[in-house]
């Protein structure tokens, strides 16, 4: 993520969450070879290259019907997810904070605390003073 995206983390609508081991689809991509086959929607994907040069693609299975003659289901293939900005690996059933709404984002506790929580509690100080200073009041009326 670049600096504006980093920066525009606090404005986005998060929740917590645990993401726990999924099955994924597999597939094979020879050495030289481009992605000659459709790839399912997914918010997230993963390519490991081996050492013959062949690349495997990994992809949470959501259920759907896949092409077996492409994919193979890997039974809890699915075991981690990672941070959007740091990339640290942020294992299954680790606290972490994804967007409730949008494009999908997902942070570890860290980057969340870091770049959600800090940035919106130094903005919400920063309104609080302009608000003392012109002379709005918060929703509590004093008689």
């Not at 997810?81 to 942070?107: A, N, R």
């Amino acid at each position: 993520m670049d600096t504006d995206e980093i920066e525009s983390l606090r404005h986005l609508h998060w929740m917590p969450s645990r993401i726990p081991v999924i099955d994924a689809l597999a597939a094979d991509v020879p050495p030289g070879a481009g992605v000659e086959f459709e790839i399912p929607a997914s918010h997230e994907q993963r390519w490991y290259p081996k050492p013959d040069g062949t690349t495997t693609l990994y992809l949470p299975y959501s259920g759907a019907p896949f092409d077996a003659t492409i994919f193979r289901l890997v039974p809890g293939g699915w075991d981690h997810t990672t941070c959007d900005v740091c990339t640290v690996v942020i294992p299954p059933m680790t606290l972490c904070y994804v967007t409730s709404k949008g494009g999908y984002v997902g942070l570890c506790a860290g980057c969340y605390s870091r770049f959600v929580v800090r940035n919106t509690s130094l903005m919400s100080r920063v309104l609080t003073r302009v608000k003392r200073l012109v002379g709005i009041r918060s929703g509590i009326q004093h008689k």
